[in-house]
């Protein structure tokens, strides 16, 4: 059973268009990082964050997490076929030794 | 080097064989984690360091499993007698320190296949 859940669990796309994927808990997080990750690669950070309620841009990647510190969004604005990848949410434990990640969400933009 | 670098890329094991995947971490860095990677799947913790104590190890799916880091630096991931179940991306990401602004590097995995 994972801790986090996210969805879509894919999601195909034409280039230019936008998107969302979610990722959500019914556990309360000390914080929360967003990865991407390539086929054959490891996953790389994109972002942490840390107060509920915090919104983080990264030029067209915007990422907010929730008020209560238990969800998360990812928001992506005309997206571009380099975005491909499987995106993965993980939620820190209290004491920052682990981090428990979803499932992930596939996206593949289309040219 | 750079980054955290892992070896093999890819093992073939036959069940019941003993293997050693290892991991190289970013010079310097105190943390050190390893997680199972089945396919389809977020990455599964399965244990963390500090140094070279292993200050958690609750995710190990069985006593086959062990880890160690030494020297605290290179650290390696020992499974014996594998099986089916075992076959998995073992990814190892190592971070300065721990704490909430401290991200991992992963390396690329080992694939861990069991025939």
């Known amino acids: 059973t994972q801790l986090l859940e996210q969805s879509p669990q894919f999601l195909s796309i034409q280039e230019g268009e936008n998107l969302t994927v979610y990722c959500n808990s019914s556990?309360?997080?000390?914080?929360l990082q967003w990865y991407r990750q390539e086929p054959g690669e490891g996953p790389v950070l994109l972002v942490t964050?840390?107060?509920?309620?915090e919104v983080k841009k990264l030029k067209r990647l915007t990422f907010q997490f929730g008020d209560a510190r238990k969800d998360s969004s990812l928001h992506i604005t005309a997206a571009q076929p380099g975005d491909t990848g499987l995106y993965l949410c993980?939620?820190?434990?209290?004491?920052?030794?682990?981090?428990?990640f979803g499932s992930g969400t596939k996206l593949n933009v289309k040219p | 080097g750079a980054g955290v670098s892992q070896s093999p890329r890819y093992k073939v094991a036959k069940r019941g064989q003993d293997v050693a995947l290892r991991c190289d971490p970013i010079?310097?860095?105190?943390?050190l984690f390893w997680y199972q990677q089945a396919l389809g799947q977020g990455p599964e913790f399965l244990t963390y360091?500090?140094?070279?104590?292993?200050?958690?190890k609750s995710g190990l799916p069985s006593d086959r499993f062990f880890a160690e880091r030494p020297e605290g630096s290179v650290s390696t991931l020992k499974i014996q007698r594998t099986q089916q179940e075992d076959s998995a991306v073992y990814l190892c990401?190592?971070?300065?320190?721990?704490?909430?602004?401290?991200?991992?590097?992963f390396g690329s995995g080992t694939r861990l296949t069991v025939v």
């Open positions: 990401a190592s971070s300065p320190r721990q704490g909430e602004n401290y991200g991992y590097t």
């Open positions: 556990s309360v997080f000390s914080s």
């Open positions: 964050v840390v107060t509920g309620g």
């Open positions: 993980a939620g820190a434990a209290n004491n920052f030794n682990k981090f428990y």
């Open positions: 010079s310097g860095h105190v943390s």
């Open positions: 360091f500090q140094n070279e104590a292993q200050l958690d």
